[in-house]
């Protein structure tokens, strides 16, 4: 599937507001090429030679509702630094993620989130869990995995799973009061 800025869906269209349904297992060939396509969206992205040539914009996650297809099924690629400050890169293809386990502390991104679907800015803090233990199918690996995330991966795991739901990262900011303090919060 041809994935690029104008075939993904923004927040304009209700589709994108869509439950996502569970995506049987093993894959058809399909629902693989169409996450095999999703994640070549995202590492394509980042380049940007490839991003200006394919009309792409940066991207660390996507799921399939962004491209209209109501399955539970997200690639995501984050360059992010382990606890000695060393650089590391998360990649996966899950298939059916699910969030078993997430912190009471609380965690958000100073310069808040943006995504693909969303073209208009929506300023101030997406609070979410710290960290979270997500279990699902992942295709990079061809193996049932278990992430155990904190920090900026976290975030942006949680960001891509509330796309299932039908839910925008802007819908957790305080209408009131967006810049709202979060006592004891993990900013990132």
Sequence with gaps: MLINNDTIIKDTDERIRQISEDVPLPLSKEDEQLLRDMYQYVVDSTDEEKAEKLNLRPAVGISAIQVGVPKKMTAIVVDDQDKNGNPIRWEFMLVNPKI?????????????????????????????????????YDLLTDQNIEIRAQGYLAIVL????????????????DAKNPFKEVPGAMEI
Excluded: M, P, W
């Design 100 to 136: 078993v386990s997430s912190s009471v502390q609380k965690a958000y991104l100073s310069s808040g989130e943006g995504c693909l679907s969303v073209v208009n800015e929506h300023e101030g803090y997406v609070v979410r869990s710290a960290r979270v233990k997500v279990r699902a």
């Design 158 to 173: 949680q960001h891509e799973l509330d796309h299932f739901k039908g839910t925008l990262f802007y819908d957790h900011i």
